[in-house]
């Protein structure tokens, strides 16, 4: 069954902390993944996508990382600003169709001051 | 700007009136999808659309229909709300299937029911 997980379900870091979100995925066959974030009553909007053949890719302070072989996908946050706290969405396509996107539940960050 | 735009973003409904979300972008992508998320839950596709065809979830309840008069713009439409129902609605584009196809969301309205 083909299932996005991701942990910790929720975190909360101080401000300028770095942090790191897991992702892991049972999708196959694997096309990408992306990073979501959401803001409290926004939409998700798109941090970064990933390839098979990718294993990092950077977006200002969010930096993601993907193992393919372990299925396995990190978001690292540096230097964390309260405009930071927002859920954070991993999403994984499969490649027999380019229309199934397998959400996870999210992270819940929360940075404080 | 905003490019994927939904309307309104708030919607109050009593329970079993019919009701119409509607979503409308600017990007001129050829799909268009729309997503239930409930409170801590990941999006759920309820269906979407590749230009005219229209592709339903097998999960989907009857009671939630969709139109597309145009390019531009997509409706979501809930027969007979049920309590349910109360959920945020999301509605996304993307340029085509293809792999590597980013997604873009719009800001959702949120559903209650009475």
């Known amino acids: 069954k083909n299932q996005v997980e991701q942990s910790p379900q929720s975190l909360i870091i101080l401000e300028g902390k770095n942090c790191t979100l897991q992702c892991n995925y049972t999708v196959s066959p694997f096309s990408n993944l992306r990073w979501y974030k959401q803001d409290t009553g926004r939409g998700p909007v798109s941090l970064t996508i990933m390839t098979f053949s990718e294993n990092t890719k950077s977006n200002g302070r969010y930096t993601a990382t993907l193992d393919a072989d372990t299925k396995q996908s990190s978001l690292h946050i540096t230097a964390s600003q309260l405009s930071d706290s927002a859920s954070y969405i991993c999403v994984v396509s499969d490649s027999n169709t380019g229309n199934q996107f397998y959400f996870g539940t999210g992270t819940s960050l929360t940075v404080i001051p | 700007d905003a490019m994927v735009i939904q309307n309104p973003r708030y919607q109050v409904t009593q329970f079993g009136k019919p009701v119409t979300l509607s979503c409308s972008q600017t990007l001129n992508h050829n799909v268009m999808y729309w997503y239930q998320q409930k409170s801590s839950q990941a999006p759920k596709l309820l269906f979407h659309?590749?230009?005219?065809?229209?592709?339903n979830e097998a999960d989907t309840p009857d009671n939630f229909q969709s139109r597309r008069p145009n390019t531009s713009f997509c409706f979501l439409d809930i027969r007979s709300p049920g309590l349910g129902d109360a959920a945020m609605y999301l509605c996304?584009?993307?340029?085509?299937?293809?792999?590597?196809?980013?997604?873009?969301f719009g800001d959702g309205t949120r559903l209650s029911i009475l």
């Open positions: 996304a584009t993307s340029r085509g299937t293809g792999t590597g196809q980013p997604q873009h």
């Open positions: 659309y590749y230009d005219k065809d229209f592709n």
